[in-house]
């Protein structure tokens, strides 16, 4: 399992449930380019998103909740990391991309974290944790995506 998302420096990922910052055309492009033909899964908060369109096209999309959701592929609840690993999706990869709840109770699990950082604060209710160190994870990779936005790799050690 592999996290995707997107933060401003402080690891901020949301304001009342929606990204703050104005879209970024590199990191929609990014973001696609790695979940397509793949399996994203997310909370209802995320599905439900107005930035978001839901379903996202070409992907497998699995929302995590209790309630019935119009639209999704699977829905699935309880204990998180286990009904994601017993998700049978085949081949595709499975990218948890939100949210800051849902990263929270699965970040020991994944194997990948990938995050885009908007060099920028926002006001934002929602966290994610800025380092994965203390979780078991190493950056192996950090690169330039836009002129207010870098792309870093994360790999369980």
Avoid at 23 to 47: N, P, Q, Y
Avoid at 86 to 94: C, F, T, Y
Avoid at 122 to 146: I, M, N, Q, S, W
Wanted: aromatic share 8%; hydrophobic share 40%.
């Amino acid at each position: 399992m592999e996290i995707i998302l997107a933060c401003d420096a402080e690891g901020g990922v949301a304001k009342q449930g929606v990204m703050p910052w104005p879209r970024l055309a590199e990191d929609m492009r990014h973001f696609k380019a790695m979940t397509e033909g793949h399996c994203v899964i997310m909370g209802s908060t995320t599905w439900h998103d107005k930035c978001t369109p839901s379903p996202l096209p070409n992907r497998c999309n699995v929302v995590a909740s209790t309630q019935k959701i119009v639209g999704a592929d699977v829905v699935i609840s309880g204990d998180l990391t286990t009904a994601i690993a017993n998700l049978d999706v085949g081949s595709m990869k499975k990218f948890v991309i939100g949210g800051a709840d849902i990263v929270q109770q699965v970040l020991v699990a994944a194997d990948v974290i990938h995050i885009t950082e908007i060099h920028a604060t926002y006001d934002c209710d929602t966290f994610v944790p800025k380092y994965f160190e203390p979780f078991g994870f190493k950056r192996t990779e950090t690169k330039t995506l836009a002129t207010n936005a870098n792309y870093t790799r994360w790999e369980k050690r």
